[in-house]
Nanobody, 124 residues
Framework: QVRLVESGGGLVQPGGSLRLSCEVGGVVSGTMLLINIGAWYRQAPGKERESVATTSSTGFTNYTDSVKGRFTISRDNDKRTVFLQMNNLKPEDTGVYYC??????????????WGQGTQVTVSS
């Protein structure tokens, strides 16, 4: 069963950096797999979940205004992983970060999945 496994969250001081990873798991090695769309969302305490960054298989990328110039979304198709490099972190970047991806396999077709979330805390 396809699942998204996130890692890389933690506590960092303002101005610091973190790199989040979202690996597509649950698929037998060698099975055809395509990440059509990979995205990161975040949810701060008391707020709604918001889109942070998106990348498509065509190379399209999009960022919410508050992270432009600081965050970079990328992908490694061989490793079946989507990354989010976060630099110059600010306290307002604090929240639970979720991976959201549209993944294709021959047995499941194209479906959207959510990861379990990883906590990012920016504090001095």
């Amino acid at each position: 069963q396809v699942r998204l496994v996130e890692s890389g969250g933690g506590l960092v001081q303002p101005g610091g950096s973190l790199r989040l990873s979202c690996e597509v798991g649950g698929v037998v090695s060698g099975t055809m797999l395509l990440i059509n769309i990979g995205a990161w969302y975040r949810q701060a305490p008391g707020k709604e979940r918001e889109s942070v960054a998106t990348t498509s298989s065509t190379g399209f990328t999009n960022y919410t205004d508050s992270v432009k110039g600081r965050f970079t979304i990328s992908r490694d198709n061989d490793k079946r992983t989507v990354f989010l490099q976060m630099n110059n972190l600010k306290p307002e970047d604090t929240g639970v970060y979720y991976c959201h991806a549209n993944v294709y396999t021959p047995s499941t077709g194209s479906k959207y999945y959510w990861g379990q979330g990883t906590q990012v805390t920016v504090s001095s």
